[in-house]
């Protein structure tokens, strides 16, 4: 009799499952992702199956489903809600990664707090900390009251029953990689045990119409560890940015099916806690050089916000055969495009030099609007010639040297006349199609030697 198999292979990214080792998936065509993991089951106790919170849905009309305003509620960080599309959705399963260290625990410790003064039932659970420890954290960020409780479990069996006797309106599972299933058996934080265990949560999440928000640990690539199926599971994916060791923390999303996606957030640490910042754009241009060369304020749009940014350049003579070309906060091959576009069209030696691009604030940029501002900010620390502070350029260069148009520009323009800016260069097509307020010199460019003329 042949021996029954009890390992398979799994792709981490896809969560394709094979009987053998393969060097590349042939469901999602990567390489070197097939992990083995342990496939046997454990015999489930007699009364697993009456456990179960699931309720046997029916087929509906479009007709006989309501959606109300009620139907999201609020988290009491203004930041937060636009990121999720305008508060937290009844039901939904919404997944925040971030580096160790972050602040991943503190925001969802601070929105737990806010909603049970709000009136909602909270159930925060962690596999990672004590009872204690949560004390001291929550005792940081001040008094919490209404009904919040605390759990410290790591079988999801146990939290499913403690679920259903506690009927939460909010859970949160801090993080996925420590929860296991008692019927998989392989250990917590494998690609077997995080694919199970947020396919529970996701039915728990759908079938009683809980909201759920799961922590998940970030690998060095930047990306939540486990399957990436992890994430097309989920209705939203939250990513928490930033150097821990710095002041400022970016909450992006990048996967929201109840709202806009590539919303941003910003928050800063203090010693209380996290504290939202409403006006990102005068944040990042706060403390902004006068009168230094090299140094461009631009629009940049994240979702259906705009925000300022202030982009740098530095232009200084090479001593090496080979120039060195450094990015932070922008794609380095878009600033090695650029500089190429103004050796040919505007016929800079910029071969001869170093050049250093940077976003100020720690925001990372690669929007196409951004092109004219580095531009600009590499001509202007050539040629040492600052650029006037109450401008803002912005723009997309193509290879030819020309200026084309993005989108949105009336709301771009909006902005700066908000922070008090008092000219503006942008592509001509854009001002072909937009009404001059009055409120702000309005300047078209057609290419990129134009722009330069204001220098």
Known sequence: MAK?????????????????????????????????????????????????????????????????????????????????????????????????????????????????VGGQKVL??????????????????????????????????????????????IVIIDSIQTMYRE????????????RESTNLLMQIAKGEGITIFIVGHVTKEGVVAGPRVLEHMVDTVLYFEGD??????????????????NEIGVFEMREQGLVE??????????????????????????????????????????????????????????????????????????????AYVNIAGGMKMNEPALDLAIIMALVSSLKDRPVDAKTIVWGEVGLSGEVRAVSMAEQRVNEAVKLGFEACILPQICLDKMKDTGKIRLIGVRNVREAIGYL
Request: net charge neutral; aromatic share 4%; with cysteine.
């Open 4 to 116: 029954a198999k009890t390992t398979a292979f799994f792709c981490k990214e896809c969560g394709y499952e094979s009987a053998k080792w393969m060097g590349q998936c042939p469901a999602c065509r990567e390489w070197n992702t097939m992990v083995e993991e342990p496939v046997g089951k454990k015999e489930t106790s007699p009364g697993a199956g009456r456990r179960s919170l699931l309720i046997k849905s029916r087929p509906a009309l479009l007709s006989e489903i309501s959606v109300e305003e009620k139907d999201r509620v609020s988290t009491g960080y203004k930041e937060l809600d636009q990121v999720l599309g305008g508060g937290v959705v009844a039901g939904s399963l919404v997944l925040v990664g971030g580096d160790p260290g972050i602040g991943k625990s503190t925001l969802l410790l601070q929105v737990c707090r806010n909603l049970a």
């Open 124 to 169: 925060y659970i962690s596999g990672e900390e004590s009872l204690k420890q949560i004390k001291l954290r929550a005792n940081r960020i001040g008094s919490v009251t209404g009904e919040l409780k605390f759990l410290c479990e790591t079988s999801l069996d146990h939290i499913r029953d403690t679920i259903g006797e506690e009927k939460p309106d």
């Open 183 to 194: 019927e998989v058996a392989s250990a917590p934080g494998s690609v077997s045990q995080v």
């Open 244 to 261: 821990r060791h710095a002041s400022y923390r970016i909450l992006r999303g990048v996967k929201n099916r109840f709202g806009s996606t």
């Open 277 to 354: 910042v409403e006006n990102p754009s005068e944040f990042m241009l706060d403390g902004r050089p006068e009168g230094a060369s090299g140094a461009v304020v631009a629009c940049a749009m994240e979702g259906t916000r705009p925000l300022l940014l202030e982009v740098q350049a530095l232009v200084t003579q090479t001593n090496l055969g080979i120039p060195r070309r450094t990015a932070a906060g922008t794609d380095h091959n878009r600033v090695n495009l650029l500089m190429a576009v103004l050796e040919k069209r505007c016929h800079y030696e910029m071969s001869r030099y170093d």
